[in-house]
């Protein structure tokens, strides 16, 4: 493998050390990651107690169970979600529910990952939670919310199509989806023959000047760390920031300036953003990097004292469903869910990536903040 460091970049080492899900192509197909070899501090307790674990999958869903549920669920009327993304893609998950689940009116607070800590915190303090599910959240907010138990636990009938190392014995998160960090660049700026093939190339003196990075990429900053080793990373780090890269406020923005050409190159996108935009003939290109990759998970919870808890463990069934995979991969993610065929976004599914199932990824993204902010500065 072309990259940093060849020795702790090899696949069954770096699975063996780092203790994290590899993805690719049949991603759910993979063997189990094993624990962590170590962590900083112990992790948050669980939000409340739980049934025993099972020893195995989940049961197989129970039709009439089921049933009960969504009847249950209808006299509450209604379920509010509180999800990553825009309101256009939350309002294509909750037309597919109320299509399958008619009666419930589908709630949503569509927003940045920070808005919905805050929202569920303050209601958590104030002891009257609006929010019933965290239907599409990124897991490195997780251990928050388990540190501060607002989580309840539900294991869905749903979860016997997943592989056990994306959810909690417990029942107080499952991994539904995740998003893959790659290398974005203009074509009409960077040729193909000319273009990185790795974060390592990135470093080359022709690229000085030309690269763009997210204002706030600690997550893949913290990711990275994970992936190189503290040491190595944090080296690779400070070259990096020797090229000069252009700081921008979000992907979105950064995305436009790369398929402007104003910003050549992307230290990395998500994959959702070039992938689109190429088919509609924007002059972009994406590369899976040489060495494995960040890649941002998106976890379903039940939200403790949830006002409408049927109606939540409803959606959290339908967003675990084989429906709700087919949803969010039409938007762009790529469902963990056994058995769904990525389409087009194959080719996505078969780069090496860092898919985090320990929640103490969260507490060493937050600890990442001073660290990054030292090396790349302020936008």
């Keep these: 493998m072309k990259g940093l460091d060849k020795s702790r970049l090899d696949r069954r080492?770096?699975?063996k050390m780092a203790g994290i899900a590899a993805a690719g192509l049949g991603l759910a197909a993979c063997a189990p990651a094993t624990a962590p070899a170590s962590t900083p501090t112990k992790a948050p307790a669980s939000a409340a107690p739980a049934s025993k674990a099972p020893a195995g999958a989940p049961a197989s869903s129970d039709a009439e169970v089921t049933a009960k549920l969504y009847e249950a669920a209808k006299k509450e009327?209604?379920?509010m979600g509180y999800a990553n993304g825009t309101a256009e893609e939350w309002e294509q998950i909750a037309a597919a529910f109320q299509k399958k689940y008619p009666g419930i009116k589908v709630n949503g607070f569509p927003g940045t990952s920070e808005a919905i800590r805050d929202k569920v915190f303050t209601e958590a303090r104030a002891g009257r939670p609006v929010a019933d599910l965290l239907a599409r959240d990124v897991f490195d907010d997780?251990?928050?919310f388990l540190d501060q138990k607002v989580l309840d636990s539900y294991l869905s009938p749903e979860l016997k199509n997943?592989?056990?190392k994306y959810y909690d014995p417990q029942g107080l998160w499952?991994?539904?989806?995740y998003f893959v960090d790659v290398i974005e660049y203009n074509t009409q700026?960077?040729?193909k023959e000319q273009a990185p093939k790795s974060y390592a190339d990135l470093l080359k003196p022709e690229y000085k000047g030309k690269l763009g990075l997210e204002a706030s990429a600690v997550p893949w900053f913290a990711y990275m760390l994970r992936i190189m080793g503290k040491e190595k990373g944090l080296e690779y780090m400070r070259k990096l920031a020797e090229q000069k890269p252009r700081l921008v406020s979000g992907h979105t923005n950064l995305h436009k300036l790369v398929v402007s050409g104003e910003i050549p190159i992307a230290?990395?996108?998500?994959?959702?953003r070039p992938i689109p935009e190429k088919e509609k003939g924007a002059p972009i290109e994406w590369?899976?990097?040489a060495e494995v990759t960040p890649a941002g998970s998106l976890f379903v919870g039940v939200i403790k004292n949830a006002p409408h808890p049927n109606a939540a463990r409803l959606l959290a069934d339908f967003m675990l469903s084989e429906e709700g995979a087919k949803v969010v991969l039409n938007q762009g993610w790529l469902p963990v869910r056994k058995g769904i065929d990525l389409g087009t976004l194959a080719p996505v599914g078969k780069v090496e990536v860092l898919i985090s199932n320990d929640p103490m990824i969260g507490k060493e993204v937050s600890e990442s903040e001073k660290t990054f902010r030292e090396i790349f500065g302020k936008p």
């Design 13 to 15: 080492e770096f699975l």
């Design 77 to 79: 009327g209604e379920v």
């Design 142 to 144: 997780l251990y928050a």
């Design 162 to 164: 997943y592989d056990q």
């Design 174 to 177: 499952a991994i539904q989806a």
């Design 189 to 191: 700026a960077i040729s």
């Design 267 to 272: 230290v990395y996108m998500y994959n959702f």
């Design 287 to 289: 590369l899976d990097p």
